[in-house]
């Protein structure tokens, strides 16, 4: 699957969803798509509050990007330690930002790069 414009729209209202949502009922409820699991990378979800980072995580390994997508878009919000979490009276202020990883090379080094 190609990650065009249209999926990333769809990435990221599916984020706002799940997020909304789990503020508002304490839960994840969104179902993803099947076809976002079709698509495998890792990936990072990022919040700004008023154009003010606040919270990013992610993971280094491959899997669905439905189910990662859905854990990250909370954790970057309410589980990031460096940041109050995400309520609800900052959504309307809220940009997302979400990163596919790839194209990894193996290196001989840490410091090769």
Same mark, same amino acid.
């Given at each position: 699957? !190609?990650?065009?414009?249209?999926?990333?729209?769809?990435?990221?209202?599916?984020?706002?969803? *799940?997020?909304?949502?789990?503020?508002?009922?304490?839960? !994840?409820?969104?179902?993803?798509?099947?076809?976002?699991?079709?698509?495998?990378?890792?990936?990072?979800?990022?919040?700004?509050?008023? +154009?003010?980072? *606040? +919270? /990013?995580?992610?993971? =280094? !390994? /491959?899997?669905?990007? +439905?189910?990662?997508? @859905?854990?990250?878009? #909370?954790?970057?919000?309410?589980?990031?330690?460096?940041?109050?979490? #995400?309520?609800?009276?900052?959504?309307?202020?809220?940009?997302?930002?979400? /990163?596919?990883?790839?194209? =990894? !090379?193996?290196? @001989?080094?840490?410091?090769?790069?």
């Amino acid at each position: 699957m !190609e990650l065009d414009a249209l999926f990333q729209k769809e990435a990221l209202v599916f984020s706002f969803d *799940n997020l909304i949502k789990f503020l508002t009922h304490n839960q !994840e409820l969104v179902e993803y798509e099947d076809k976002l699991d079709e698509i495998e990378f890792p990936l990072f979800v990022s919040w700004m509050v008023n +154009g003010k980072f *606040n +919270g /990013s995580l992610g993971s =280094f !390994e /491959s899997c669905g990007v +439905g189910e990662l997508l @859905q854990e990250m878009t #909370i954790a970057a919000a309410i589980e990031d330690d460096r940041f109050a979490p #995400i309520t609800m009276n900052e959504v309307p202020s809220l940009r997302c930002n979400i /990163s596919l990883l790839k194209n =990894f !090379e193996t290196i @001989q080094d840490p410091f090769d790069w």
